[in-house]
């Protein structure tokens, strides 16, 4: 009843052209470390965009950023608790003693479908036996190595594809290094900063250009459940940057190359289904991302 209450007088206030949280400053926190430098950017820039977008119906606002390093565990607990952070991008909520009902989810359809976009980061000396097994009868026969609990994980087991873990990401690499697996799926939006930068230490490390991986991979921001407010803002938010195409604007000078990139050579595009969503949903994401960039692959289904 008092929420039905407040709504009413929100709603009245605005319709007099007043703001029914005017005056109020309200601080947001969130994390400003995982992901590539790139990727974190862009995030950190639709947040401030999804919030801009409702300030005339709920306010000013102050992002606060927490700049520590953190385990991924650690950061999800953290924002169950809400007293470091009120919000976290993650694809999952998943975890060592988390608690899902702590949080509100938020979907942010924010990267086109790319971040189930997979570059497969692999050895000059594999690359070659990626291509001859890059289709959905034999690609099997490859072993892919992943972050150690990566909802990706789930996702590559569910279609019969085996995986080798890794307790942490920069591990990955002297492990591919020494044969440990055929190749490491990473998000084309994160995958080219990745290789140039391990390209420091390791050589020999490469890009397969014949072959990508797709599977959906939908995106969340994960509010503290003590903050429902602050969730409806986000939501309000994104689908306004959506529908008047400043969201789209704002991936295209993050990730304009990511075009001239799928032009340099057309590419078999294996789609793998994720086992965690809907038929539904699968095909949505799969749908948003071929909307741009169908031209570059060609598309094989596993199932």
Request: glycine share 6%.
């Given at each position: 009843?008092?929420?039905?209450?407040?709504?009413?007088?929100?709603?009245?206030?605005?319709?007099?052209?007043?703001?029914?949280?005017?005056?109020?400053?309200?601080?947001?926190?969130?994390?400003?470390?995982?992901?590539?430098?790139?990727?974190?950017?862009?995030?950190?820039?639709?947040?401030?965009?999804?919030?801009?977008?409702?300030?005339?119906?709920?306010?000013?606002?102050?992002?606060?950023?927490?700049?520590?390093?953190?385990?991924?565990?650690?950061?999800?607990?953290?924002?169950?608790?809400?007293?470091?952070?009120?919000?976290?991008?993650?694809?999952?909520?998943?975890?060592?003693y988390v608690d899902s009902?702590?949080?509100?989810?938020?979907?942010?359809?924010?990267?086109?479908?790319?971040?189930?976009?997979?570059?497969?980061?692999?050895t000059q000396q594999a690359?070659?036996?990626?291509?001859?097994?890059?289709?959905?009868?034999?690609?099997?026969?490859?072993?892919?190595?992943?972050?150690?609990?990566?909802?990706?994980?789930?996702?590559?087991?569910?279609?019969?594809?085996?995986?080798?873990?890794?307790?942490?990401?920069?591990?990955?690499?002297?492990?591919?290094?020494?044969?440990?697996?055929?190749?490491?799926?990473?998000?084309?939006?994160?995958?080219?900063?990745?290789?140039?930068?391990?390209?420091?230490?390791?050589?020999?490390?490469?890009?397969?250009?014949?072959?990508?991986l797709f599977y959906a991979?939908?995106?969340?921001?994960?509010?503290?459940?003590?903050?429902?407010?602050?969730?409806?803002?986000?939501?309000?938010?994104?689908?306004?940057?959506?529908?008047?195409?400043?969201?789209?604007?704002?991936?295209?000078?993050?990730?304009?190359?990511?075009?001239?990139?799928?032009?340099?050579?057309?590419?078999?595009?294996?789609?793998?289904?994720?086992?965690?969503?809907?038929?539904?949903?699968?095909?949505?994401?799969?749908?948003?991302?071929?909307?741009?960039?169908?031209?570059?692959?060609?598309?094989?289904?596993?199932?």
């Open positions: 009843m008092q929420l039905h209450f407040r709504r009413l007088c929100a709603a009245f206030l605005l319709w007099l052209g007043l703001s029914p949280y005017a005056g109020a400053t309200e601080i947001i926190r969130h994390y400003n470390q995982g992901y590539s430098p790139l990727l974190r950017l862009y995030l950190a820039n639709v947040l401030k965009l999804t919030l801009d977008k409702t300030v005339a119906e709920y306010g000013p606002y102050e992002l606060v950023y927490l700049e520590e390093f953190m385990s991924s565990n650690r950061l999800k607990l953290e924002t169950e608790k809400g007293a470091l952070l009120d919000l976290l991008f993650s694809p999952h909520w998943n975890g060592r009902s702590k949080v509100i989810p938020v979907e942010f359809p924010v990267l086109n479908g790319m971040l189930g976009l997979r570059d497969l980061i692999t690359r070659a036996h990626i291509k001859e097994k890059g289709n959905p009868q034999n690609f099997g026969e490859l072993t892919a190595g992943l972050g150690e609990k990566w909802i990706d994980v789930e996702i590559l087991a569910g279609n019969q594809i085996p995986v080798v873990e890794a307790h942490n990401f920069d591990a990955l690499f002297p492990m591919l290094m020494h044969g440990r697996f055929d190749y490491i799926p990473l998000s084309t939006l994160e995958a080219h900063t990745t290789l140039a930068n391990q390209r420091e230490i390791h050589p020999e490390l490469t890009l397969s250009r014949d072959v990508s991979l939908p995106f969340y921001l994960y509010v503290h459940a003590g903050k429902p407010q602050l969730a409806e803002r986000l939501h309000k938010g994104v689908q306004i940057a959506l529908q008047d195409g400043s969201l789209q604007q704002l991936f295209d000078r993050h990730f304009h190359y990511v075009w001239t990139e799928l032009k340099v050579q057309k590419r078999k595009l294996i789609v793998l289904k994720n086992p965690l969503i809907s038929d539904e949903r699968n095909e949505f994401y799969l749908q948003q991302l071929l909307s741009r960039y169908e031209e570059g692959f060609e598309v094989l289904h596993t199932q």
